[in-house]
């Protein structure tokens, strides 16, 4: 005795329906009279896969990767257990990213995906909890411990070390040799990175170095919307072949605060010196120079920048900016060539929003790799550098290009003083990472003071067990004039 159902639980003629209106989801398939019964499901939800990207870290977030089908998302259920032979699990989370509680050291972690549809649920068990070590974030999270008030944008930049270049070989024995290598892995390291990010309460974070798998499917991105109500974008270098590489940039802003407007991003600094049209003589010097040319063309270096509106003020908007400069220690005149170009782009998207009666102010983040010191430093903050300054004459005594006055129109400040450190490794130490923001429409209310010496010496370098990156984090708190 066989019959089909339709969601109000009327039977259907099955000698006529056919196959397309009979099994629907909603349908019943009654079987015996009724005596059982079976919800119809069409293309259910399904869980394919469920992925621990983070070790297991009592006080610190995890991230799972779940692989779902005929569905984007799920339901979670976080629950905890000290024992597996005798089970006493209790719920602690039911969000995306959630934070395992401080005192769950040894304990077994409980994951269990509810189907939207009414499918199948899946369960994984993981653990047991490592107890984690002491973090130096707490003391800088002292001077964040809310989000900031109206007035006021909290800025957070971060070369976060890709994956890249810290899970190998190479950076295992000759960058990083102080470092266990199990402090290496982005599996640790992701954990210390999500915290120190969350306890920020950051309206923007500018960061850079980040590997394209950590933003999609190792969590960055969704840690940050579900766990810190940041939305975000990424922009990856550009490779020598043309292709995106592995790694670049990531701008993410509070949605409670900033809609996005536009995406002006340079993906590629070298292209944008050749099509534009007022760098043609800049553009005709880089080419007349066939060795400086070669290197300049190497470098994949862009530029990631966001126009975000003002939620609460029409006709404020922030104009976000982040990258990350070419590393050489000796290309000085690398770096102030990409410095002019983003601080070009800067300087024409100002005017044009100036033109049409609209505050833009200007936020520049990110890894100059360069001192203050430097040319990239001073054009920056006194918005022009002669053709006499000594970066021209990098690496030689000798100008590699004619040389010419750089400028602009911006007026830009740094957030922080000179340091005695950004970025603190064997061999070198060095204020390398900035914070410039736009001193029309912007005012410093203050900075998170970074890590000392002393603090760094017992674990010798960076990164270590504490520190998961080779880079510190700046954090200043802008307010609006």
């Given at each position: 005795?066989?019959?089909?159902?339709?969601?109000?639980?009327?039977?259907?003629?099955?000698?006529?329906?056919?196959?397309?209106?009979?099994?629907?989801?909603?349908?019943?398939?009654?079987?015996?009279?009724?005596?059982?019964?079976?919800?119809?499901?069409?293309?259910?939800?399904?869980?394919?896969?469920?992925?621990?990207?983070?070790?297991?870290?009592?006080?610190?977030?995890?991230?799972?990767?779940?692989?779902?089908?005929?569905?984007?998302?799920?339901?979670?259920?976080?629950?905890?257990?000290?024992?597996?032979?005798?089970?006493?699990?209790?719920?602690?989370?039911?969000?995306?990213?959630?934070?395992?509680?401080?005192?769950?050291?040894?304990?077994?972690?409980?994951?269990?995906?509810?189907?939207?549809?009414?499918?199948?649920?899946?369960?994984?068990?993981?653990?047991?909890?490592?107890?984690?070590?002491?973090?130096?974030?707490?003391?800088?999270?002292?001077?964040?411990?809310?989000?900031?008030?109206?007035?006021?944008?909290?800025?957070?930049?971060?070369?976060?070390?890709?994956?890249?270049?810290?899970?190998?070989?190479?950076?295992?024995n000759q960058l990083f040799p102080w470092c266990d290598p199990n402090y290496l892995s982005m599996s640790y390291r992701k954990c210390l990175i999500f915290r120190e990010l969350s306890g920020y309460n950051a309206d923007l974070v500018a960061l850079q170095e980040v590997d394209e798998?950590?933003?999609?499917?190792?969590?960055?991105?969704?840690?940050?919307?579900?766990?810190?109500?940041?939305?975000?974008?990424?922009?990856?270098?550009?490779?020598?072949?043309?292709?995106?590489?592995?790694?670049?940039?990531?701008?993410?802003?509070?949605?409670?605060?900033?809609?996005?407007?536009?995406?002006?991003?340079?993906?590629?600094?070298?292209?944008?010196?050749?099509?534009?049209?007022?760098?043609?003589?800049?553009?005709?010097?880089?080419?007349?120079?066939?060795?400086?040319?070669?290197?300049?063309?190497?470098?994949?270096?862009?530029?990631?920048?966001?126009?975000?509106?003002?939620?609460?003020?029409?006709?404020?908007?922030?104009?976000?900016?982040?990258?990350?400069?070419?590393?050489?220690?000796?290309?000085?005149?690398?770096?102030?060539?990409?410095?002019?170009?983003?601080?070009?782009?800067?300087?024409?998207?100002?005017?044009?929003?100036?033109?049409?009666?609209?505050?833009?102010?200007?936020?520049?983040?990110?890894?100059?790799?360069?001192?203050?010191?430097?040319?990239?430093?001073?054009?920056?903050?006194?918005?022009?550098?002669?053709?006499?300054?000594?970066?021209?004459?990098?690496?030689?005594?000798?100008?590699?290009?004619?040389?010419?006055?750089?400028?602009?129109?911006?007026?830009?400040?740094?957030?922080?003083?000179?340091?005695?450190?950004?970025?603190?490794?064997?061999?070198?130490?060095?204020?390398?990472?900035?914070?410039?923001?736009?001193?029309?429409?912007?005012?410093?209310?203050?900075?998170?003071?970074?890590?000392?010496?002393?603090?760094?010496?017992?674990l010798t370098a960076l990164p270590n067990r504490c520190y998961p990156s080779d880079h510190l984090a700046l954090i200043a708190d802008l307010m609006w004039l």
């Open positions: 005795d066989l019959a089909i159902l339709d969601s109000a639980g009327n039977p259907l003629d099955t000698n006529t329906a056919l196959c397309g209106d009979a099994f629907c989801s909603g349908h019943t398939l009654s079987l015996n009279s009724g005596l059982i019964t079976y919800q119809m499901l069409v293309d259910p939800c399904l869980i394919l896969c469920c992925k621990l990207t983070s070790q297991l870290l009592s006080g610190f977030p995890l991230h799972c990767d779940l692989q779902l089908e005929s569905c984007s998302e799920c339901e979670r259920i976080w629950e905890l257990s000290s024992s597996l032979t005798k089970p006493n699990w209790t719920e602690f989370s039911r969000s995306r990213c959630p934070t395992l509680p401080v005192d769950s050291a040894d304990c077994f972690v409980r994951l269990t995906a509810v189907p939207p549809d009414g499918g199948l649920q899946f369960q994984q068990t993981f653990g047991p909890v490592a107890n984690a070590l002491n973090s130096y974030v707490s003391t800088r999270h002292a001077f964040t411990p809310a989000v900031t008030a109206s007035d006021t944008v909290r800025v957070v930049s971060y070369n976060l070390l890709a994956n890249l270049y810290a899970d190998s070989d190479y950076s295992r798998p950590l933003f999609r499917s190792g969590g960055l991105a969704e840690f940050l919307e579900h766990e810190c109500g940041l939305s975000g974008l990424s922009q990856m270098k550009l490779g020598q072949d043309g292709k995106p590489a592995q790694e670049g940039l990531a701008l993410f802003y509070r949605t409670s605060r900033f809609d996005l407007a536009e995406d002006r991003s340079l993906p590629s600094l070298n292209q944008y010196l050749d099509s534009t049209e007022s760098l043609a003589p800049l553009s005709s010097a880089v080419k007349a120079n066939e060795k400086f040319l070669e290197t300049w063309q190497a470098r994949g270096q862009c530029a990631q920048v966001l126009i975000l509106r003002c939620r609460d003020s029409p006709g404020r908007y922030l104009c976000a900016c982040t990258t990350h400069l070419f590393w050489y220690p000796s290309a000085n005149l690398v770096r102030l060539l990409q410095t002019h170009l983003v601080l070009h782009h800067l300087d024409q998207i100002k005017r044009e929003y100036s033109a049409r009666g609209d505050q833009l102010a200007i936020v520049l983040a990110g890894d100059f790799n360069s001192m203050p010191d430097r040319g990239p430093y001073w054009l920056t903050t006194r918005g022009h550098l002669a053709a006499e300054h000594a970066d021209w004459f990098s690496p030689g005594r000798e100008a590699m290009i004619d040389r010419q006055q750089l400028s602009h129109s911006l007026s830009l400040a740094a957030a922080y003083e000179p340091q005695p450190f950004t970025n603190y490794t064997g061999g070198f130490s060095g204020h390398l990472d900035h914070i410039f923001f736009d001193t029309e429409l912007l005012k410093l209310q203050g900075t998170v003071p970074l890590p000392r010496l002393e603090d760094i010496h017992p």
